[in-house]
């Protein structure tokens, strides 16, 4: 276990017991995996409250429409782990799926010439497990030949849409990271299915307009490992739907969004591309060849200002966000 994860398990625990955003039924113990309580779970049928009040409701009924998958979640609500990544950045950013101008001020300090936002899903500003409008990767499909989102495709954890000051449009794949920690140097490159992940992907790599640094990397295999194996499809996901001008976009790049506290996460597990810098984030930033096609800011550089200062509509998702994630208010402090 990852020593963010250790810290914020024991935080959270101790949160749940007496934060007025649970209900006192919400404060059991409760069945996560393999029939077993624990107390950073909330009980199941309580699963809804593991999201701001604020959202729940119409949270539930985007996912349910668009049949997203919540990870670890049951009978349509999400997951009751207080951990649990996918939670977290609906907690961050669903909230800001109506309010287009608060979330131009969010973005616009890492896209500066962002003018305005447009809706790009269901009427709303942010879209969530993003998979493409067609099956751009060739991945695998079901007999019924669905593609679910959130489960088995390359899924971004969000999506954002908005026009430049130049007049053109850009897509934002979003990536979030919450407590997430790879350790394992084991390749992925053959599923426990015995299908070999290489042949998936090859043809994007292999072709002259691969969207990563082939002079840089020094094997195709090295991609394979985490969390270079979700980036790695992410950036070619992001690059045929800039091709295809998805939704009229002219460019379509990646955000990665992750905790500066996890430190954890930045370890690299690929061995061999240790070579190309010591964080993940470094080494990614080296093999994207087109380098405003990638970006990555820590949760605390995105969101601090704005919860410890936030605009009147969101003032009470600023209070939730500081209480339940406090340490995303981590650089404003030790800054004063």
């Keep these: 276990m990852g020593k963010f994860l250790e810290a914020e398990r024991q935080r959270l625990v101790e949160l749940k017991k007496h934060t007025s955003y649970l209900s006192d039924a919400a404060r059991s113990e409760g069945v996560y995996k393999k029939g077993k309580t624990h107390p950073i779970c909330l009980p199941r049928s309580h699963a809804d409250e593991n999201l701001f009040s604020g959202i729940r409701a119409a949270a539930q009924a985007y996912f349910s429409k668009f049949e997203i998958k919540w990870h670890d979640g049951q009978t349509g609500k999400p997951s009751n782990h207080l951990c649990d990544s996918q939670v977290c950045c609906v907690n961050f950013l669903f909230p800001f799926y109506d309010q287009p101008e608060a979330l131009a001020e969010l973005l616009r300090p890492v896209f500066p010439d962002l ?178 096609r990638f970006t990555s800011i820590s949760t605390e550089a995105l969101f601090g200002r704005m919860v410890a200062n936030p605009a009147p509509e969101m003032l009470a998702w600023a209070d939730y966000i500081g209480t339940r994630y406090p340490w995303v208010l981590h650089d404003l402090q030790t800054q004063s």
């Design 115 to 292: 003018a305005r936002m447009l809706p790009i899903e269901n009427g709303q500003y942010v879209a969530f497990e993003w998979i493409g409008e067609k099956n751009y990767l060739r991945e695998k499909v079901s007999r019924n030949g669905k593609r679910t989102r959130g489960a088995n495709f390359t899924s971004t954890d969000a999506a954002v849409m908005f026009e430049r000051t130049d007049g053109k449009c850009q897509i934002v794949l979003i990536e979030w990271k919450y407590t997430e920690a790879y350790s394992s140097r084991q390749s992925l490159a053959i599923a426990k299915s015995s299908t070999d992940r290489r042949e998936i992907y090859r043809w994007l790599y292999d072709r002259s307009d691969c969207p990563l640094d082939k002079r840089t990397l020094p094997s195709f295999d090295a991609l394979f490992y985490e969390p270079f194996y979700q980036l790695m499809r992410q950036q070619f996901l992001a690059h045929e739907m800039e091709i295809a001008h998805e939704l009229g976009a002219d460019r379509v790049s990646v955000l990665h969004i992750e905790p500066a506290q996890n430190t954890d996460f930045q370890r690299v597990t690929s061995p061999e591309l240790m070579c190309l810098g010591e964080t993940v984030i470094d080494v990614w930033q080296r093999l994207v060849a087109a380098q405003d």
